[in-house]
C-alpha cells in the first residue's frame, strides 16, 4: 500500500513547492525543472531542500497499463544512510486542487 511522503504544489513555472515528511525528517522542498539535461541518464526535475542541498531527481515516465503520465522520484541524503528513496509523484486523493501532489512511496 502506497504511503503519502509529503505533499507538493505544482507551480507556474512547472516545479513543484512542498513539504518531504519522513519519522523524524521534515524538510520544505522544491522539485524543479532540469533545464541542464543532455541525455537520458540525467533527471528531467532536480529535488532540493530549503538550505538548497540537493537530494534526488525525478524523472518523466508513463505508466505501462494506465498510459499516463508521471514523476518517479528518487531521494538520496545522510539522513536516509546507505540507501535510496524512491516514490512516486501523483495526484493527492482528497484534494480538489489538482495542481496538488502527493509524494507517494511504495515498499516493496
Same mark, same amino acid.
Given at each position: 500500500?502506497?504511503? &503519502? ?12 513547492? @512542498? ?13 524543479? +525543472? ?6 537520458? @541518464?540525467? +533527471? ?11 537530494? @534526488? ?5 508513463? @505508466? ?12 538520496? &541524503? +545522510?539522513?536516509?544512510? +546507505? ?9 493527492? &486523493? ?13 515498499? &516493496?
Amino acid at each position: 500500500m502506497a504511503q &503519502a511522503l509529503g505533499f507538493v504544489t505544482k507551480t507556474e513555472t512547472g516545479a513543484f513547492e @512542498g513539504t518531504l515528511s519522513m519519522m523524524s525528517l521534515k524538510k520544505r522542498i522544491s522539485i524543479k +525543472p532540469n533545464e541542464t539535461k543532455e541525455g537520458d @541518464g540525467q +533527471p528531467d526535475f532536480r529535488v532540493f531542500t530549503e538550505d538548497r542541498i540537493e537530494i @534526488g531527481g525525478g524523472w518523466n515516465k508513463t @505508466g505501462k497499463t494506465s498510459g499516463r503520465s508521471y514523476i518517479s522520484l528518487t531521494f538520496a &541524503a +545522510p539522513e536516509f544512510g +546507505p540507501h535510496r528513496i524512491f516514490a512516486n509523484l501523483g495526484r493527492a &486523493a482528497g484534494h480538489e486542487n489538482e495542481n496538488v501532489m502527493a509524494i507517494l512511496w511504495n515498499p &516493496a
